[in-house]
């Protein structure tokens, strides 16, 4: 998925990662943007390409940013979404603009701040705000919204909330992510410390829940 701005070829991902590639020059260039989705297996796989299409053209796409998808589903129950974007914005005609632009720091005259070395104090501020880390936290919403809305239109009742717990002020332990090797395992019978921790998890959850409403009883 291109910006209007983006030269038609990089509708093909090798021409665009080899242009990415070609571009930077430094040996520890961050090439890329990498986000893992989880995909909702509530709502009918032919309709993951438009949820991704949705989310990305509004976050990614509206910004300026390339966007390149793939989706994974192997049949084990973690249907899921690689996305990849480029770093850079470009300008009208489709040139990658730098990542980021030198800044003379100023005194309280206005006046630019000489160093003993004779260079002028300075220091860089990135063009673009996508590595602001509030980014991610609106990113996040972005797909619990979309997710929330197309499972609203294939009339299922579950929702998500991307929110841990705690924030949702929700008095429970969080369990752990498991993965698809561990959680392949346990779908086999095998018995995993992860898989264990996790029921142990669920059980402490049960057990509190129990006891709450043996106290609200109790005061009521």
Known sequence: MLPANAPPEYSDRNTLWNSVEKNEKQWNS?????IVLPLPREVPADQYPAM??????????S????????IHGKGDGNPHAHIMLTMR??????????????VYDLDENG????????????????TVDWNDQSKAEIWRHGWEVITNDYLERNNRPERVDLRSFERQ???LAPTIHLGPAVT????RGIETDMGNLNREIKQVNRALLVIRK???????
Do not use: T, Y
């Open 30 to 34: 961050q090439l890329a943007r990498r």
């Open 214 to 220: 043996l106290i609200s009883d109790l005061q009521s």
């Open 111 to 126: 006046e630019r701040i000489r160093l003993p070395s004779g260079n002028w104090k300075s220091h860089k501020e990135d």
């Open 184 to 187: 392949q395992m346990e779908k």
């Open 52 to 61: 991704l299409q949705d989310f990305c053209r509004e976050h990614f796409v």
């Open 63 to 70: 910004q300026g940013m390339c966007v390149d998808f793939a």
């Open 169 to 171: 002020g929700i008095d």
């Open 89 to 102: 914005a470009m300008d009208e005609r489709g040139k990658r603009l730098p990542k980021s632009k030198k």
